[in-house]
């Protein structure tokens, strides 16, 4: 359904689970050995890649336990993935970022930090502080505007980090939300680009050309409004694009 409503819309790729915790199973639909071979031909037909897989949560938790999850991102010719750090601050944050990294890269895969106020990473500067550590080994970090504006993000940090990012996730929001309703928002409800108070066109500016571009919307209670996940992702893919092509609302 994801890559056959993403082709239609001439989407460049798609991002795929291929790593879920226990903690969280059954509530993203995971890639099994059983999809690959049907993921590859709607890939190739559409020409559409594997921009990145999700979510590899490094808490403390052997690193070889990622290791079926970055062969299934390989054999769909996946190029990157998301990892967060939980747990672990200073040097051993930096430590399970580059194991990770080191695992991603025998796989061919870069490796994406993303830093947000629910893990140990909490803002841009501290992200971009353990990838700088970690390099020269193949690693970059996650931009999600969502955890940028609510760690009080800039887009004097986003150029100050822009050589280290090469993945965007774009979704739109309040400019203010309460902490009770921070995790909700995260993972349920998010506006589409261009409803909230973003700064989304200021926030982007300063990437480097070449960025993937991704939509990050999950919004639960269209759905539950019924409107179905061909609808959903069209109109966020559109507003997303609307942003993009005209440098973004005044703000």
């Not at 051993?92 to 080191?102: C, H, K, M, N, W």
Request: with cysteine; aromatic share 4%; proline share 7%.
């Amino acid at each position: 359904m994801l890559t056959d409503a993403a082709a239609a819309l001439g989407c460049a790729g798609v991002c795929l689970f291929t790593h879920v915790p226990d903690a969280a199973r059954g509530k993203f639909p995971a890639v099994t050995h059983d999809d690959v071979q049907p993921l590859r031909s709607a890939l190739a037909a559409a020409g559409m890649v594997v921009a990145n897989v999700e979510v590899f949560p490094l808490d403390g938790a052997p690193i070889e336990g990622f290791a079926t999850g970055l062969d299934l991102a390989a054999l769909l010719g996946a190029v990157r993935a998301t990892a967060h750090v939980h747990g672990a601050s200073g040097q051993e944050a930096i430590d399970r970022f580059a194991a990770f990294a080191r695992l991603c890269r025998t796989h061919g895969i870069v490796a994406g930090l993303e830093f947000n106020r629910f893990s140990a990473v909490p803002d841009l500067p501290t992200a971009a502080a353990i990838v700088r550590a970690v390099r020269p080994e193949p690693a970059d970090m996650v931009l999600d505007l969502l955890h940028l504006v609510r760690s009080g993000g800039t887009p004097a940090e986003v150029a100050a980090a822009a050589d280290l990012v090469s993945y965007a996730q774009v979704s739109d929001g309040p400019a203010a939300i309460d902490d009770g309703g921070r995790w909700h928002e995260a993972v349920s409800e998010r506006m589409l680009p261009g409803e909230g108070a973003f700064p989304i066109s200021r926030l982007l500016s300063p990437l480097r050309s070449g960025t993937i571009i991704s939509v990050e919307v999950p919004r639960k209670s269209a759905r539950l409004a019924g409107a179905g996940p061909v609808d959903r992702i069209g109109a966020a893919v559109a507003a997303t694009r609307a942003i993009l092509h005209a440098g973004g609302p005044p703000r």
